[in-house]
């Protein structure tokens, strides 16, 4: 005869079942998910190692075989690519910094002081968030042309033989402050103002304000805008086509795109381009990555 006892056990051994049969489910999903979008990277990846003949013979998805195992694709991409990743590395820093600590100000401005004319210059910052990039192609080339920053710099010739990248620099910096605002503000609306208050209840200047209370706290916040903006700046193309003009100047995607154009039917080399040309930007988002999971959910 069946206790009360057993039948708790019962119900509990059931329930368990079902809580199993759940997670099992929910683990399929997404282990099914997780190959559904690296399937790409592995077969890049695979591709990468192979020989021309590997690739033409098996499946991208093939590992390569030691007969047809080969680094030579990473050694003639990195030989072809590596004045880009510099050129790159030399305006994608200050672009991305600038934006950051710009946009971190502009918000700043926009969420804590009080002063006419706010509204205005949010809708203002909008509407750049929104600004296609093509739009603004023909008349950043003539705004270029027209301050020859290239002539004005000559008093310097280092500075004068890369004033191309300046100019992609100083765009990327203005493109990215809009953006870095809006995710900026969001972030400082949630932000509590009873230490602000204190502070200029002390006498604190807005500015003094901002470097001791309001930068440190943002930090969680400037992972994400920097990572964003670094994403978006390392691998634009469009710029970089329009202003850069000198071949010594290129940056890594223009480097890319000649690897690909001139050897169209070597996949393996297009392929340990594109890993090279990606790398830094995965390294960043695995170094970064806590932080920028934390700056988003404290944004929200």
Not at 1 to 29: F, I, K, N, P, W
Not at 215 to 230: C, N, T
Not at 258 to 276: C, K, R
Request: glycine residues 6%; negative net charge.
């Amino acid at each position: 005869m069946a206790t009360a006892d057993d039948t708790d056990q019962s119900s509990l051994a059931a329930h368990r079942e079902g809580v199993d049969g759940q997670r099992v489910a929910l683990y399929a999903v997404l282990g099914g998910l997780i190959l559904f979008y690296l399937s790409p990277l592995w077969a890049g990846l695979t591709t990468a190692f192979k020989t021309q003949a590997g690739f033409v013979s098996t499946s991208p998805i093939v590992p390569p075989t030691p007969e047809w195992f080969t680094v030579e694709a990473w050694e003639i991409a990195f030989a072809t690519m590596q004045g880009g990743l510099i050129n790159s590395v030399m305006f994608v820093v200050p672009a991305t910094v600038l934006s950051a600590v710009l946009g971190s100000l502009a918000a700043y401005g926009l969420t804590k002081l009080s002063w006419r004319g706010q509204v205005g210059i949010l809708v203002i910052f909008l509407a750049a968030v929104f600004l296609p990039y093509q739009s603004v192609l023909v008349p950043l080339r003539q705004f270029w042309s027209a301050v020859d920053l290239a002539g004005l710099l000559a008093f310097a010739p280092f500075l004068a033989e890369r004033a191309d990248l300046l100019e992609l620099t100083i765009t990327h910096t203005a493109y990215g402050i809009p953006i870095c605002t809006i995710l900026f503000r969001s972030y400082y609306k949630t932000m509590d103002d009873d230490m602000i208050e204190a502070a200029k209840i002390d006498g604190a200047s807005a500015l003094r304000i901002y470097r001791r209370i309001v930068f440190p706290l943002s930090l969680p916040m400037f992972a994400v805008a920097l990572i964003y903006q670094f994403t978006q700046v390392w691998n634009d193309l469009l710029f970089a086509l329009v202003l850069i003009t000198s071949r010594s100047n290129y940056v890594v995607t223009q480097s890319l795109n000649e690897l690909q154009g001139a050897m169209a039917q070597d996949y393996n080399l297009q392929m340990a381009g594109a890993f090279i040309a990606a790398l830094p930007t995965i390294i960043i988002y695995v170094v970064f990555g806590r932080q920028f999971a934390k700056g988003i959910t404290g944004a929200s």
